[in-house]
């Protein structure tokens, strides 16, 4: 069974910054692909970032540019550096275990215009 704690989301005004952190159990994310998605109220559930466990990353297009996933597998942590937020980077994000088909619990980020 693993766990994933995300933390540092927040409240922030647009074109400022935050950086997510989702701490796993054990030592999967080096093993596993890791992501990050996102909810919106009234929208499904998407993805914004992932890295494999060789390091090689893929972004939603919306995301490229102001945001950077990263792996700090001593730590086994995934992090998601978000950068020039917009209002509609507002949402609940997630960290996924693409191995385990696990989640975390989320992790609020509001921007406020």
């Known amino acids: 069974q693993v766990q994933l704690v995300e933390s540092g989301g927040g409240l922030v005004q647009a074109g400022g910054s935050l950086r997510l952190s989702c701490a796993a159990s054990?030592?999967?994310?080096?093993?596993?692909?890791m992501g990050w998605y996102r909810q919106a109220p009234g929208k499904e559930r998407e993805l914004v970032a992932s890295?494999?466990?060789?390091?090689?990353?893929n972004y939603a297009d919306s995301v490229k540019g102001r945001f950077t996933i990263s792996r700090d597998n001593a730590k086994n942590t995934v992090y998601l550096q978000m950068n020039s937020l917009k209002p509609e980077d507002t949402a609940v994000y997630y960290c996924?275990?693409?191995?385990?088909?696990?989640w975390g619990q989320g992790t609020q980020v509001t921007v406020s215009s």
């Open positions: 890295i494999s466990n060789s390091g090689s990353t």
């Open positions: 996924k275990v693409y191995v385990l088909g696990s």
């Open positions: 054990g030592s999967i994310v080096s093993i596993s692909r």
